[in-house]
Nanobody, 113 residues
Framework: QAQTVESGGGLVQAGGALRLSCVVSGRIFSIRSMGWYRQAPGKQRVVVATITGDSTTHYTDSVKDRFTIGRDNAKNTVYLEMNSLNLADTGVYYC???????WGQGTQVTVQS
């Protein structure tokens, strides 16, 4: 199973931006669909964005036009550019291959007003 290490979270003012990174172990990274997930305080973990091996992307409605998912296959890395952050974006962000059941430690994003 692939292992993931997320980074880039932090405390940001509403309207600000952050860029999350996720380094993924495994030799078949380039063909795997990857996802970013968010777990808000007291809520279930939900998918935020996904990207296929050929870089087709999908976003949940609440982040469309604000978040951008990308990948660098040479670096086994997935990114999540987050702009115009609002309070509802607060949570722990995780990444993993879509078909994996293994979660990393995540990275905390806190948006304050």
């Amino acid at each position: 199973q692939a292992q993931t290490v997320e980074s880039g979270g932090g405390l940001v003012q509403a309207g600000g931006a952050l860029r999350l990174s996720c380094v993924v172990s495994g030799r078949i990274f380039s063909i795997r669909s990857m996802g970013w997930y968010r777990q808000a305080p007291g809520k279930q973990r939900v998918v935020v964005a996904t990207i296929t091996g050929d870089s087709t992307t999908h976003y949940t409605d609440s982040v469309k036009d604000r978040f951008t998912i990308g990948r660098d296959n040479a670096k086994n890395t997935v990114y999540l550019e987050m702009n115009s952050l609002n309070l509802a974006d607060t949570g722990v962000y995780y990444c993993k291959p879509v078909d994996s059941y293994v979660w990393g430690q995540g990275t905390q994003v806190t948006v304050q007003s």
